[in-house]
């Protein structure tokens, strides 16, 4: 589709927009010294351990797909200071609300402890550089993956914070989400009124296909959507999360959307053949899924021709699951405006403000 | 469609329905008994299968099917050992029942044969080979098999499929979809030198070895059946990835137990992530669907079943591959897909195609002859 026969209108999210994946770190350790205690400021630079460049092989700085043009002209990889944003993303898209996501402890070592202190200083750090300074600005918590106490005392700590709408958790995982060790965890930010965020990429190490590590990018990049996280949520409504916790939300973040209805088709038909394993899923796995998940825009994986990407919006009614997000500052290619150009006005308006509203609860 | 006849429906008079089109079934599973690889393996593997038996463990260990082991109630041999242990049984409830044309065994005991130590590994697929041979392939000229081969010892695989190749009742080379490693890795590549050198197409049938990297272990068979969809896709983007189709262009891969209508939104993905990640792939050289579509087949059980069917043909007009989609029936397993009430799902256009047609032109097997069935 030649993009120059859309308005500009269509493919705009227009003035007044949520933007649910908004991405930024600290730009070193030191920035995160101020909130960690004497023995891990001594740990991290007796050990002397630095943050990896690519975020643990995820956003590989040059790789064109870690940034768009405009983001690695202004050196945002991704934004280090609340005024980058700004002008960047809140600013420039003339944005209602934006949520930010960090995930530079997603691929934290393997000592629990660390993973702990490491969480607490990252949220910290959100509230004070970041919260504080903009009111425009909502964030995710970050919690220990490893450790699903010190995991529920951050919640209790710092989940009713009221710019804090969501606990963000990678989709590479030890135990999938919906084991039972997990739950204490769910259940923290659902009574917390916390949307959980499942986000690409996580534990450094932590082989993305059946198979173990992958020699290319290309492929580690696109477990994210077409296995880990089909994998999680899979595991959220079999496992009986939603039925456990009525009132748990999930937002799919940075993982791609077309994929669902291929997945939810064989799960339900897998249900109707097995539910006599699961006796707690009493409704077909579509059906929860739709109450329970939210999808971000980005990345957008759709087809070129324009009558198949409305085709594939159809097929799991796209105006109501699918919330818009930026992922500032990564750069996943032309979907995101065949998306926008297919829907209509008014899924376009639940899209990029109204549906996100209601989910993370914004008001008016 | 998991749709299960009555126990004991085999009627004599059942080829008076058949259909007015060639049926192929592509993934029938035999089972041999335990004494029958017994008989046909030589003294030191012999007594290493008395003794220690195998050492891969089978998915069914780790993820208990729910009902009657994971069969159709009704497919247990009247006179013992399991299903598909038993030409008769298989010949009466499938081959006669239906009017099946030709149907390609699909023999799943190679995913654990294969994984094991090499040389007992070789010796294990040599005598589930044989056995094949002798005991289905030679009294049933309907019938059609895959090649079991020792998988995670590649060299040793090259052998076995160059000896079965002269064999034209082997049709094709049988991987799982879960190896030691990917299967695209260069280890694994003189399975697929030898698979093109003999002309033959890999199957990849889901199982093998259960490993639940990523996103960790699932706890319910519900899940790991729905993780096969996932798997193949999994497989698929790393023989892609790795440049397995570049280096063996005329190789053609079959997705066997996987689904279908996953492989449009993958071909989406890929072909939006690859313009800006070439470097990182050098050796690709055309849009990844363009190689996908080229190098694959499928077969259809289990496909996907939205609620409304319409939402089907759209997704797979979204694949793009119905001159690729062969039907399966599972037989004996407990979603066996009936081949006279599967066809009602598949678009009309296309049905012919994939009850038997796309099977006979992969296969080289020959269509029904006109007989004035209809």
Same mark, same amino acid.
């Given at each position: 589709?030649?993009?120059?026969?859309?308005?500009?209108?269509?493919?705009?999210?227009?003035?007044?927009? !949520?933007?649910?994946?908004?991405?930024?770190?600290?730009?070193?350790?030191?920035?995160?010294?101020?909130?960690?205690?004497?023995?891990?400021?001594?740990?991290?630079?007796?050990?002397?351990?630095?943050?990896?460049?690519?975020?643990?092989?995820?956003?590989?700085?040059?790789?064109?797909?870690?940034?768009?043009?405009?983001?690695?002209?202004?050196?945002?990889?991704?934004?280090?200071?609340?005024?980058?944003?700004?002008?960047?993303?809140?600013?420039?898209?003339? #944005?209602?609300?934006?949520?930010?996501?960090?995930?530079?402890?997603?691929?934290?070592?393997?000592?629990?402890?660390?993973?702990?202190?490491?969480?607490?200083?990252?949220?910290?750090?959100? !509230?004070?550089?970041?919260?504080?300074?903009?009111?425009?600005?909502?964030?995710?918590?970050?919690?220990?993956?490893?450790?699903?106490?010190?995991?529920?005392?951050?919640?209790?700590? #710092?989940?009713?914070?009221?710019?804090?709408?969501?606990?963000?958790?990678?989709?590479?995982?030890?135990?999938?989400?919906?084991?039972?060790?997990?739950?204490?965890?769910?259940?923290?930010?659902?009574?917390?009124?916390?949307?959980?965020?499942?986000?690409?990429?996580?534990?450094?190490?932590?082989?993305?296909?059946?198979?173990?590590?992958?020699?290319?990018?290309?492929?580690?990049?696109?477990?994210?959507?077409?296995?880990?996280?089909?994998?999680?949520?899979?595991?959220?409504?079999?496992?009986?999360?939603?039925?456990?916790?009525?009132?748990?939300?999930?937002?799919?973040?940075?993982?791609?959307?077309?994929?669902?209805?291929?997945?939810?088709?064989?799960?339900?038909?897998?249900?109707?053949?097995?539910?006599?394993?699961?006796?707690?899923?009493?409704?077909?796995?579509?059906?929860?899924?739709?109450?329970?998940?939210?999808?971000?825009?980005?990345?957008?994986?759709?087809?070129?021709?324009?009558?198949?990407?409305?085709?594939?919006?159809?097929?799991?009614?796209?105006?109501?699951?699918?919330?818009?997000?930026?992922?500032?500052?990564?750069?996943?290619?032309?979907?995101?405006?065949?998306?926008?150009?297919?829907?209509?006005?008014?899924?376009?308006?639940?899209?990029?403000?109204?549906?996100?509203?209601?989910?993370?609860?914004?008001?008016? | 469609?998991?749709?299960?006849?009555?126990?004991?429906?085999?009627?004599?008079?059942?080829?008076?329905?058949?259909?007015?089109?060639?049926?192929?079934?592509?993934?029938?599973?035999?089972?041999?008994?335990?004494?029958?690889?017994?008989?046909?393996?030589?003294?030191?593997?012999?007594?290493?299968?008395?003794?220690?038996?195998?050492?891969?463990?089978?998915?069914?260990?780790?993820?208990?099917?729910?009902?009657?082991?994971?069969?159709?109630?009704?497919?247990?041999?009247?006179?013992?050992?399991?299903?598909?242990?038993?030409?008769?049984?298989?010949?009466?409830?499938?081959?006669? =029942?239906?009017?099946?044309?030709?149907?390609?065994?699909?023999?799943?005991?190679?995913?654990?044969?294969?994984?094991?130590?090499?040389?007992?590994?070789?010796?294990?697929?040599?005598?589930?080979?044989?056995?094949?041979?002798?005991?289905?392939?030679?009294?049933?000229?309907?019938?059609?098999?895959?090649?079991?081969?020792?998988?995670?010892?590649?060299?040793?695989?090259?052998?076995?499929?160059?000896?079965?190749?002269?064999?034209?009742?082997?049709?094709?080379?049988?991987?799982?979809?879960?190896?030691?490693?990917?299967?695209?890795?260069?280890?694994?590549?003189?399975?697929?030198?030898?698979?093109?050198?003999?002309?033959?197409?890999?199957?990849?049938?889901?199982?093998?070895?259960?490993?639940?990297?990523?996103?960790?272990?699932?706890?319910?068979?519900?899940?790991?059946?729905?993780?096969?969809?996932?798997?193949?896709?999994?497989?698929?983007?790393?023989?892609?990835?790795?440049? &397995?189709?570049?280096?063996?262009?005329?190789?053609?891969?079959?997705? &066997? =137990?996987?689904? +279908?209508?996953?492989?449009?939104?993958?071909?989406?993905?890929?072909?939006?992530?690859?313009?800006?990640?070439?470097?990182?792939?050098?050796?690709?050289?055309?849009?990844?669907?363009?190689?996908?579509?080229?190098?694959?087949?499928?077969?259809?059980?289990? +496909?996907?079943?939205?609620?409304?069917?319409?939402?089907?043909?759209?997704?797979?007009?979204?694949?793009?591959?119905?001159?690729?989609?062969?039907?399966?029936?599972?037989?004996?397993?407990?979603?066996?897909?009936?081949?006279?009430?599967?066809?009602?799902?598949?678009?009309?256009?296309?049905?012919?195609? +994939?009850?038997?047609?796309?099977?006979?032109?992969?296969?080289?097997?020959?269509?029904?002859?006109?007989?004035?069935?209809?």
């Amino acid at each position: 589709m030649s993009l120059s026969s859309v308005s500009s209108e269509e493919t705009t999210i227009g003035t007044g927009a !949520v933007d649910t994946d908004v991405h930024c770190a600290p730009a070193s350790l030191a920035e995160l010294a101020p909130f960690l205690d004497q023995y891990w400021r001594e740990y991290l630079v007796d050990g002397g351990q630095s943050l990896s460049p690519s975020q643990g092989g995820a956003y590989p700085p040059l790789a064109p797909t870690s940034a768009t043009p405009a983001a690695r002209a202004a050196g945002l990889l991704p934004a280090t200071e609340v005024e980058q944003v700004r002008s960047a993303v809140l600013d420039a898209e003339s #944005l209602r609300l934006a949520v930010l996501n960090c995930t530079t402890s997603f691929h934290c070592n393997r000592n629990p402890y660390y993973e702990a202190a490491l969480t607490r200083a990252v949220n910290d750090w959100l !509230v004070e550089k970041w919260l504080s300074r903009d009111d425009r600005l909502r964030a995710s918590m970050v919690v220990p993956t490893l450790d699903p106490a010190a995991a529920v005392a951050e919640i209790e700590r #710092l989940g009713s914070h009221p710019q804090i709408v969501q606990v963000l958790l990678p989709v590479r995982t030890d135990a999938p989400w919906g084991n039972t060790r997990h739950r204490p965890l769910l259940r923290a930010a659902a009574e917390h009124g916390l949307v959980v965020g499942l986000h690409a990429w996580g534990r450094i190490g932590q082989a993305p296909t059946p198979s173990g590590l992958t020699h290319t990018y290309l492929e580690d990049y696109l477990a994210n959507s077409q296995i880990l996280v089909q994998a999680q949520i899979t595991s959220l409504i079999t496992q009986g999360a939603f039925a456990d916790l009525p009132e748990l939300r999930v937002t799919l973040l940075e993982c791609g959307f077309s994929w669902l209805p291929a997945l939810l088709w064989r799960f339900d038909k897998d249900w109707k053949g097995v539910w006599r394993e699961v006796p707690w899923l009493t409704g077909k796995p579509s059906e929860v899924a739709r109450r329970h998940l939210r999808l971000t825009t980005a990345p957008a994986h759709l087809p070129q021709d324009p009558v198949q990407v409305r085709q594939a919006l159809d097929l799991f009614d796209a105006g109501t699951m699918l919330m818009y997000a930026s992922d500032h500052p990564h750069d996943h290619g032309t979907g995101g405006q065949r998306l926008l150009a297919a829907l209509t006005d008014g899924e376009r308006e639940r899209v990029v403000a109204g549906n996100a509203g209601a989910w993370y609860s914004f008001g008016a | 469609m998991t749709s299960t006849l009555p126990s004991g429906t085999s009627s004599p008079g059942a080829a008076a329905a058949r259909a007015g089109y060639t049926i192929v079934d592509t993934d029938i599973h035999p089972s041999a008994p335990a004494a029958d690889i017994r008989a046909r393996l030589s003294g030191a593997h012999r007594e290493r299968w008395e003794l220690f038996g195998g050492r891969v463990p089978n998915p069914p260990e780790f993820y208990p099917r729910v009902r009657n082991a994971g069969f159709r109630l009704d497919s247990w041999p009247e006179a013992g050992g399991i299903p598909g242990s038993d030409l008769g049984t298989t010949q009466a409830q499938l081959l006669d =029942e239906f009017g099946v044309d030709h149907g390609v065994l699909i023999p799943l005991q190679g995913h654990t044969f294969g994984a094991e130590e090499p040389r007992y590994s070789a010796a294990l697929c040599g005598a589930l080979n044989d056995w094949l041979a002798e005991e289905w392939l030679a009294p049933e000229p309907r019938l059609r098999s895959s090649i079991a081969i020792p998988t995670e010892s590649p060299d040793l695989a090259a052998d076995e499929i160059a000896r079965r190749a002269g064999d034209p009742r082997f049709v094709q080379v049988l991987l799982p979809t879960g190896g030691e490693t990917g299967f695209g890795s260069r280890r694994y590549w003189p399975i697929y030198r030898a698979a093109v050198e003999a002309g033959l197409p890999v199957a990849a049938h889901t199982g093998g070895i259960e490993q639940h990297r990523g996103a960790g272990w699932p706890s319910f068979y519900l899940e790991e059946h729905v993780w096969n969809g996932n798997m193949m896709a999994a497989l698929v983007t790393n023989l892609l990835c790795e440049g &397995v189709f570049e280096d063996f262009p005329s190789l053609q891969v079959i997705c &066997v =137990e996987g689904g +279908i209508v996953w492989a449009a939104p993958l071909m989406w993905a890929l072909d939006e992530a690859w313009p800006r990640l070439r470097a990182d792939v050098p050796h690709l050289r055309k849009p990844p669907s363009e190689y996908l579509r080229e190098h694959l087949w499928f077969t259809t059980q289990p +496909i996907e079943e939205p609620d409304d069917p319409r939402h089907l043909t759209t997704a797979l007009e979204h694949v793009g591959m119905t001159d690729r989609i062969m039907f399966a029936s599972d037989y004996p397993h407990w979603d066996f897909d009936s081949p006279r009430l599967a066809p009602r799902l598949f678009p009309s256009g296309a049905r012919e195609q +994939i009850m038997g047609a796309n099977a006979c032109r992969l296969y080289g097997l020959p269509a029904r002859a006109s007989e004035g069935t209809r």
